[in-house]
Structures are given as C-alpha cells and as structure tokens.
C-alpha cells in the first residue's frame, strides 16, 4: 500500500497539526512515514505545505511525484490549485472555500472556483463556520481533517484519538459528515462542481447523514436545473437545512 497526500495552506492555518495527527495515526497503526515541510514566509501569510507519505514498506523518497497524490488537503482554496498537478487523475481535492488574499494578484474567485470546482474529484467545506459551530474558529484545520478523514487508509479512531491531545473533536465529526456526504452525492451520480457549490452553505451536525437524506438529495442534485441552483447557493450566505432540502434548493 502506497497513500501520498498533500497537505497546504497558508502560514497560521494549522498546515503542520494536520500533519502531525495524520503522521502518528499512521505510524500507530504500523505504516512507514515520510514528510518534508515546506514553511515558507509562515509567520507573514506565506504558503505552507506537508507532504505526507505513507506505505506498508520502506519508503526510498521524500518527494510526491507529479501526477501520484491521491488527496490535495487544502486550508486555503488557491492553495488547493497550486498543488493540483501532484494529484492523480483519481485523486481528491478536499479544500476550505474561504479565500485568504494574502498575495496583491490574487485571482478573481468566480474564477478560481469555475477551475477548482471542474475537478473530478472535490470535496468543498466551509471550515471556518463549521468551526464556530463547534465552539472555536481554531478548530477551522481539524474540520478540514474531518473531512478527508473517511478517505484516508487509516482507521478513523486512530485519527481522532490522536486529535484529542490537541482539539475538541466535535469540529472533526462535522467535517467528517460534510466530507463523508459530498463522497456519497458523488458516488451517487452528482456532478462533483454542483456539490462543491451546495456543500459547504449546508448546516452539519457531529453526526452522520442518514442515508434517506442522502438519497433525497441525490435526487434534487442530479436535476437539469441543479446547476443553476447550486450557483445560486454557493453564491447566497444563507444556510441550507440537510433535512430541508425541497424547500431550501427551491427556485
């Protein structure tokens, strides 16, 4: 077994914690561990990243080949677009949504978002609002964790034991169901931009999405007309209710 994954975002985030759990949950659970940092101008807002490899034998490299990472873990969603081209054509990208303009030529977002969420592959979370839910924006990197957490090879518990030497793990739990659900809605057919759009403006709980509601929003987000609405969503500041789906994706 052979698992790459990039880990990035911007100087403050909490790029490194991340590392941190996803490494010790990897060497409890018997794997090898490589990881370089990359620190940048951290303390200035400057790119932060960790590449994490992991494999069930000796590792040679330090270094993720272009083309072979089976997840880009981003705290920032431009951040996300520049590791893009390690990712393998069947990897995933689970990103924050929340710009950080910490560069003068930062791109336009619609932009940004048209690339980001063109991607085969994406999961999208609005981490800092699903941080404050849980009780404190410091919680924004472990909501991030939480989501990728389902698409590791590493048991769930191991990461989440790990994570409760440094934060509360209601904040994990919630990322975890916005990342398991997204995984669930594209496996189900729907077009992987339409649910970046709508996913990160739903309101999650700590707990997972009963799969009755999956399916009804499978249903709504397969629609001719999904498109167009998840736009709107994605757009609107306003939450959408997981249990409300027919009357929140109206019009």
Known sequence: ???????????????????????????????????????????????????????????????IPEGTAQMVLSLEPMEAL???????????????????????????????????????????????????????????????????AALLPLPAGLVERQLSTLFADKGTRMGDAAGRFTADLIGGGVPAGVAARVVPRIDFEPTPVDGDVVATWIRRLRSPT??????????????????LPAITLAG
């Open 82 to 148: 520049r590791y893009a081209p390690l990712l393998h054509p069947d990897g995933w990208v689970v990103t924050d949504v929340t710009p950080l303009r910490n560069v003068a030529a930062y791109p336009d977002t619609g932009k940004l978002f048209d690339v980001l969420f063109s991607l085969p592959k994406v999961i999208a979370i609005d981490a800092a609002r699903l941080a404050h839910k849980a009780g404190t924006i410091k919680a924004h990197n472990m909501v991030m964790l939480g989501a990728a």
């Open 226 to 243: 999904a498109p167009a609405t998840a736009r709107r969503v994605f757009a609107s500041p306003r939450t959408v209710q997981l249990d």
């Open 1 to 63: 077994m052979n698992y790459d994954l990039v880990i990035c975002g911007v100087g403050g985030q909490g790029v490194l914690s991340i590392a941190w759990a996803v490494d010790h949950a990897a060497f409890e659970a018997g794997f090898h561990i490589k990881q370089p940092e990359v620190h940048g101008m951290a303390q200035r807002g400057g790119a932060v990243s960790a590449l994490v490899r992991i494999a069930d034998a000796p590792i040679a490299s330090d270094l």
